[in-house]
């Protein structure tokens, strides 16, 4: 069983990856939800974490409240693809849930040093609750098991041609955390996560399996597919965050290179992470692990698998 705590900024695709990582209960215990300002500001995303509590029966697991901008500078948010309110502009009713009291970055740090190493760490937002950990606790970098980051890529990008939304928002927190010695870190970004875009059929088929979890994602992802079109020309929406999840059930899902990374804070490729593989550049010492591709097949067997078990078959005849 793994212990993980998600940082997030919810986000539609936040939402299902959260809800993908409830799903898998024998397989991943979630300690906790921590937010981020990110596609939403910090009072939208962190409502939006306990409404995909609610949607899932699981207003057990708490909610902590993190940083409402970036360390050094303000961006703006991504409204165009997730919606004004987050999650697809359905209009959800404000969840009763309480968050808690105490800041995410303080219960980040504590929690890691209860968990006595055990803690992995699954950012899916902005690094900036990481990075400010980082900061805080000079033990938190070695009290943390792993970390499993959406962000980044090594080609492209979709905030400008060389930036990823998550380190574009906040790249010095960024380029703390790579630079923060943590001994297990896997970057999943862009390269891998272009390969597990949910397609107009299987979205068709969350429709039909016609359960409140199914006709969540499926109405949410609405608006996601429609930031995709009309912004890319892109059929389908690429659900980012939810393959850090299929990793961490199946490492298989993700192809990865041994890498040193380094973040760009300024200039035309602010928030570029720069990928160097090591066994290209040998003198290059080794900082993380980056997916450069993905298995599509086995993300959406992954998928179904724990969220509409009963459906698996179907879907594996559209892949
Ligand atoms: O670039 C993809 C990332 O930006 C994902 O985390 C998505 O939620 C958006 O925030
Ligand atoms: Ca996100």
Known sequence: MKKIIIDTDPGIDDAIAILLALAAKEELEVQALTTVNGNVDIEKVTQNAC?????????????????????????????????????????????????????????????AREEKGELILVPIGPLTNIAQAVRQDPEFVHNVRELVIMGGAEHGGNMSPHAEFNFWTDPEAAKIVFGAGFEKVTMI??????????????????????????????????????????????????????????????????????????????????GASVVYRTFYYPDKKKNCQVAVKADTKKFFEIFFRYLFPEYLEAASREL
């Open 189 to 270: 970004g862009l390269d891998a996560t272009s390969y597990v875009f949910l397609s107009p059929t299987l979205r068709e088929l969350l429709y039909l399996i016609n359960t409140p979890v199914s006709r969540f994602i499926h109405k949410m992802t609405r608006a996601y597919a429609d930031g995709h079109w009309e912004i890319e020309k892109k059929l389908g929406c690429e659900l980012c965050d939810v393959l850090t999840i299929a990793y961490l059930l199946d490492e298989s899902v993700a192809e990865t290179v041994d890498a040193f990374v380094d973040v760009e804070t300024s200039g035309l490729c602010d």
């Open 51 to 111: 409404k995909i509590l609610e949607v899932a029966g699981r207003m057990d697991i708490p909610v902590y409240k993190g940083n409402a901008k970036p360390l050094e500078r303000p961006r703006d948010h991504c409204e165009e693809f997730h919606g004004d309110d987050g999650l697809g502009n359905l209009g959800m009713k404000d969840s009763e849930k309480q968050i808690e009291e105490e800041h995410a970055v303080d219960f980040l740090i504590r929690k």
